[in-house]
């Protein structure tokens, strides 16, 4: 697998794909972006923090439905090819939103998308139980609500990443990247334990408010305090002439494809986010119907709490070897391999876990570390292009969604033919 690199001798040539025999200038993209500057470090310590709260966040909204889905079906009778219609509508709107939050974030700011998007998800989860309380078919209005969370969700990334591609350093954007996406473990480890409780002791609409109400505060706090002096209303009109008067607004997308390196990052990142999609929304039903008996709040906890330091470790790792020298490449590609070769081994090892602690720690192990993705590919396309950064990831995360749609529906299908194989068997006898 070919990751790009780029001159690190020539600080004011255009970005390159540099591999053998590639010339240097062979995609014209600017290495710096034209409309940012670095923040310093009292403005990032303002921004990194406050950036992961809303990463966690983004991941408590993500959440909540996967672990109230075994509630809600027992509630309203559903069974699992239906409550498999319900948890894949998600992706089936996240995706249709991504190259387009990247591509207006690239020209407009990301910070702006990413405070409208938060705020509007926000209150799609306040609504989604007086919604479903409200009408006679509530599989149909979750599954809009669940559709149309994924299309607010579908931008977040794709304007993180152009966000940093402008405001980050080269050398600081490993741990950047990963320290703000801790957050997705650490929002899956607070829903996973206190939706856990609220879930039980409350009801399953408990938790819907319990992750909504913070991400609705997140957007007006941004709105107020970070965005303060800046013009946060993104008119039509601006709209209009920030994506068609841009001196940026031309992407040379024949020039992208055309390189092997930006392929490169897109296969690998559809082939690990969907593995990670899918972990993630089968992961509760998983262990509840192999082990019926085991503590929801263990298997909702333990993997992501193992996952928050491997993430911190590889992203401080990668940005000590490129501050000594090393290839930011080779530095790259290294983190890919832990977190897509070596992750991989467990998931193997956890379809022949024989119990319950065995699966748990197959689990963890694996989710430890996709997290070096931070590190390698997810940072790779800022280094690729960071003038259209926020357009490259969303194509690549458009190519993990959709294969995350595929292979939860695919699982679906298999868990309900097995388990039809399963009782055909037991009634032949």
Known sequence: MAFAAYNEGDKNTNMNFIR????????????????????????????VPFLFMGTCLLYCARVTLPICASAMAEQYEWDKKQSGVVLGSFFWGYCLTQILGGYISDRLGGAKILMLSTCAWGLVVILTPVIVHQTSAPIV??????FLMGLLQGVFYPSLTSL????????????????????????????????????????????????????????????KYLLKGQDQIISLESLGNGLVNSKNSKVPWKKLFQSTAVWAVIVAHICQAGTF?????????????????????????????????????????????????????KVRKIMTVFAMGFSSIFIKLLSY??????????????????????????????????????????IMNTGGALCGSYEFSFHSWLDRACFNFKNRKIYEK
């Open 20 to 47: 053998p025999g590639d010339s240097p200038n062979e995609v014209p993209i600017s290495r710096t972006h034209p409309n940012g500057t670095y923040w310093s470090k009292s403005e990032a310590k303002s921004w």
């Open 141 to 146: 209005l979750l599954t809009a609500s669940r």
């Open 164 to 223: 940093f591609s402008i405001k980050v350093r080269e050398s600081d954007r490993a741990f950047t990247s990963s320290s703000v996406c801790t957050g997705s473990q650490v929002g899956t480890l607070l829903l996973g334990a206190v939706g856990s409780v609220l879930l039980h002791r409350y009801g399953w609409e408990s938790v819907f408010y319990f992750s909504g109400l913070p991400s609705l505060l997140w957007g007006v706090c941004m709105w």
């Open 277 to 329: 999609f899918c972990l993630l929304s089968w992961m509760p039903t998983f262990f509840h119907d192999l082990f019926p008996d085991s503590k929801g709040w263990v298997f909702n906890v333990v993997p992501w709490a193992v996952a928050i330091p491997f993430s911190l470790f590889g992203g401080f790792l990668t940005d000590h070897l490129i501050k000594l020298g090393f290839d930011t490449a």
């Open 353 to 394: 876990s024989g119990n319950y602690y065995q699966a748990v720690i197959f689990l963890s192990a694996n989710l430890g570390l996709q997290t070096f993705n931070h590190s390698g590919v997810s940072v790779n396309v800022q280094d690729l292009a960071p003038s259209c950064a926020g357009s490259l990831f969303g």
